[in-house]
């Protein structure tokens, strides 16, 4: 369902956070994050970039196993977790599911900011999943101390196997639960191309950020380094290019099949799902 700006900002305001309830959910957030986590004069913080559904879960697993052979156990920053605690999420979700990441976002975000700050402060190691759509992780990693261990991995992912992904996932939970995570496609693609420009802007600088890029391996689970910075001299952005399109090359034929399960799927849609179904079907006869 669609959303006029002033209805989304009356539904806003109704699911807002009282200063209690937000300081509640803040030291909640807090809790999760830095349990048993490692604080040491030398830490790492990792910045995980890519779009919905181009499996930077795998990045995270990936990385805390690297640092846990340090014998760090570095903390996840993950917003979805935090809006998982979100007072009434579950209602949110199921009620406002193409909306449930508007309705939560003032205050998560504003959580994943104090949480980043607390970790830099304390010294703790840690990874944050993000997208990179814009520039705000990097000058988040520019402002922080030079006894941080910068590091940037990014998932090299079609446009088109990110969006089915994100699509079967939502068919999948809500087969499972009734309710899921709607995609926009113009969102979407607007994370795609903006994560590209952040890897660009980083580039340009030539700080001393470690870039690594990583893509699918045999799941979406062991993800396969291919590139890093430390040990080549080309652009990161060109391999980010270069392996979209060979990963696409080898998706034309599987893409068309999972379209159709998804198009014949009988479950009921609203206009909104609809529509965005009808967006996927135009990226994927466009590539």
């Known amino acids: 369902m669609e ?4 209805e989304l900002e009356k539904i806003k305001r109704d699911f807002a956070l009282t200063e209690e309830e937000y300081n509640t959910l803040f030291e909640r957030c807090k809790w999760i994050t830095f349990y048993g986590c490692t604080i040491s004069d030398n830490p790492t913080a990792v ?3 890519g779009q919905t559904g181009s499996g930077k879960g795998g990045i ?5 196993k690297e640092l846990l052979k340090e014998n760090i156990n570095a903390a996840l920053i993950d917003v979805d977790v935090y809006r998982a605690l979100y ?3 579950e209602t949110i979700l199921n009620k406002y599911p193409t909306i449930y990441t508007d309705i939560t976002a003032k205050a998560t975000g504003q959580i994943v900011k ?3 700050k607390y970790a830099i402060e304390q010294k703790y190691s840690f990874i944050f999943e993000g997208t990179m759509r814009n520039i705000e992780a990097f000058e988040t990693m520019k402002a922080m101390p030079d006894y941080f261990n910068k590091i940037v991995r990014v998932m090299a992912v079609p446009k088109t196997e990110s969006l089915l992904t994100a699509f079967e996932r939502n068919d999948e939970q ?3 639960s009734g309710y899921g995570r709607f995609t926009n496609v113009k969102t979407h693609n607007a994370t795609f191309d903006g994560m590209l420009e952040t890897i660009k802007t980083i580039e340009k600088e030539n700080s001393n950020i470690i870039i690594e890029i990583f893509i699918r391996g045999e799941d979406m689970t062991t993800p396969i380094r291919v590139f890093s910075s430390k040990d080549s001299k080309e652009k990161p952005s060109d391999i980010i290019s270069k392996y979209r399109e060979t990963e696409k090359q080898k998706l034309n034929k599987d893409s068309t099949q999972r379209l159709e399960r998804l198009l014949n ?3 009921p849609k609203d ?3 609809e529509e965005q179904l009808k967006k996927l079907v135009e990226e994927i006869n466009d590539n």
């Open 114 to 116: 104090e949480i980043i």
């Open 271 to 273: 206009i909104y799902e």
């Open 87 to 89: 007072p009434n999420a």
């Open 3 to 6: 959303y006029s700006s002033e």
């Open 47 to 49: 910045f995980v970039g």
């Open 60 to 64: 995270d697993v990936y990385s805390e």
């Open 265 to 267: 799927n009988l479950r």
């Open 174 to 176: 809500i087969n499972l």
